[in-house]
């Protein structure tokens, strides 16, 4: 299950985000749940209230001026209860502007539920009997 914003790359509305995970699901035989946070709600977002307040307080304003800098001050992020926080700089580039065919887009398996189908739906894998869930 994957719980995402509802904007940019990844929201409800971008066939891009659905081939990819498309794709993700044919190569691992996963059933792929994903739930949108409505717009404007992703600040309730459980991860981002346990994680980034850590960082925060670690990072405690001062000026980042680095990749570097940036990944110190995620990496020696740690809570009292033992959690650490671990990070790394993804050099690679990524193409912009990529665009979904119709036929690639006809060609994805995703359900949309009864539940607000917009925000809410589920991706199979398209080889029929390897999924794991």
Sequence with gaps: MIEADCGGANGNRSLAWKARLQDFADEFALTITVTHYPTGASKWNPIE???FNLIRANWAGQPLESYETVLKYIRTT???????CTARLDKKVYATGVKV???????????????????????????AGHSRS
């Excluded at 740690?78 to 650490?84: A, E, K, L, N």
């Excluded at 539920?113 to 739906?121: E, I, Q, V």
């Design 78 to 84: 740690c809570s009292t209860t033992g959690f650490r």
């Design 49 to 51: 209230h346990r994680l």
């Design 101 to 127: 065919s119709r036929a690639a887009a006809r060609d994805l398996r995703v359900r949309q539920h009864n539940t607000f189908p917009h925000w809410n739906y589920t991706i199979r894998p398209r080889v």
